[in-house]
């Protein structure tokens, strides 16, 4: 349930068995942010607990074979710090609050960077703390009392939609490495990320243009207002060739006759064949429109926005193209 379809791990191992039994207890995505109580935490020893294990056991048979006092009490000392050294990496996870944030949206291909706060209320100090998720992992700073620290997880976002981050395990073999404890998290956070558009596209078919916004009609404006710079996607035919003789500079022109200019952008005038295909040429279209500050405006299947401009409206639109059909990874 934790992985998305297509995404590729790539910094997380193979889950152990004592991985896959303790992750099922889970029961679905939790609110943020998660308490990380005593019966959450995990420990088992690791693979140098296993040989510090075998050697105190070696010189426990010496110690009785030759009956030496002082190997005795090596090996007892020894076998307290690992049993004190238990229970400090139990404490060390137990008590925390992990809040993972909606990361800031991505475009497919790219990788989504979802915020992890983790606080200690209280206890001691936190350190040697390690995030791992399907696809990336991060190290933890020491966190003080009543203290925290916010790390950046990125994830793989391979295709557009709505992704989650899907099972995350904290752990630390903190203080001496020879017990692991973990414990497994399913936060509800999600991020968006948008179709990846086309290096190119072709101009949109159709340009509304409007006088103060009122009065609006489709037609192509014949009066010259200007140049602007060349941009993939701008026909031949607008190309200033004139201009190009006596300058380096690849201009366009602008026509208008003083009306603002709106272009529309449709998913019926895209070509038919591949959606993500589509829905990248009108990411670029939608992209180059507002580079060039135009109010524009899109019409999806169940989705309408009228012309505008900003941010705002950018990331409106995307997300429209993103959340189109469920998302391919929705």
């Given at each position: 349930a934790g992985r998305q379809p297509g995404s590729p791990s790539l910094w997380a191992p193979?889950?152990?068995?004592?991985?896959?039994?303790?992750?099922?207890?889970?029961?679905?995505?939790?609110?943020?942010?998660?308490?990380?109580?005593?019966?959450?935490?995990?420990?088992?020893?690791?693979?140098?607990?296993?040989?510090?294990?075998?050697?105190?056991?070696?010189?426990?048979?010496?110690?009785?074979?030759?009956?030496?006092?002082?190997?005795y009490a090596l090996t007892f000392l020894l076998a307290s710090l690992g049993v004190i050294?238990?229970?400090?990496?139990h404490r060390n996870l137990v008590g925390l609050q992990v809040d993972v944030l909606n990361p800031s949206p991505a475009f497919a291909g790219e990788g989504l960077t979802?915020?992890?706060?983790?606080s200690a209320p209280d206890g001691p100090v936190r350190n040697s703390l390690r995030l791992i998720a399907d696809g990336g992992k991060g190290c933890i700073p020491a966190i003080?009392?009543?203290?925290?620290?916010?790390?950046?997880?990125?994830?793989?976002?391979?295709?557009?939609?709505?992704?989650?981050?899907?099972r995350l395990r904290i752990e630390t073999d903190a203080p001496l490495g020879i017990v692991r404890a973990w414990a497994w998290l399913e936060p509800a956070s999600e991020g968006i990320v948008w179709p990846r558009p086309l290096e190119e596209a072709p101009a949109p078919e159709q340009i509304l243009e409007s006088d103060?916004?009122?009065?609006?009609?489709?037609?192509?404006?014949?009066?010259?207002?200007?140049?602007?710079?060349w941009?993939?996607?701008?026909?031949?035919?607008?190309?200033?060739?004139?201009?190009?003789?006596?300058s380096d500079r690849l201009l366009v022109r602008l026509d208008g006759?003083?009306?603002?200019?709106?272009?529309?952008?449709?998913?019926?005038?895209?070509?038919?064949?591949?959606?993500?295909?589509?829905?990248?040429?009108?990411?670029?279209?939608?992209?180059?429109?507002?580079?060039?500050?135009?109010e524009w405006g899109l019409e999806l299947p169940g989705v309408h926005l009228p012309p505008d401009r900003g941010e705002t409206h950018l990331h409106r639109g995307l997300t429209a193209l993103a959340r189109h059909g469920g998302g391919a990874s929705a």
């Open positions: 193979p889950m152990s068995l004592a991985d896959r039994i303790s992750s099922r207890r889970l029961a679905g995505p939790e609110a943020n942010p998660v308490y990380l109580h005593h019966r959450r935490v995990y420990i088992l020893p690791t693979r140098s607990g296993w040989l510090f294990a075998l050697t105190l056991l070696v010189l426990l048979l010496g110690a009785i074979n030759y009956g030496n006092s002082l190997a050294s238990i229970f400090h990496t979802f915020p992890v706060v983790v003080d009392p009543a203290g925290d620290a916010e790390v950046p997880l990125q994830i793989p976002a391979p295709r557009r939609g709505i992704q989650r981050l899907g103060h916004h009122e009065g609006g009609r489709a037609r192509r404006g014949d009066d010259f207002e200007g140049f602007r710079d941009q993939p996607g701008d026909p031949p035919s607008r190309i200033a060739w004139r201009r190009l003789a006596v006759g003083g009306a603002s200019r709106q272009h529309l952008f449709r998913w019926q005038e895209t070509p038919p064949g591949d959606p993500e295909y589509r829905l990248s040429m009108l990411a670029r279209q939608i992209l180059d429109a507002h580079r060039q500050g135009a």
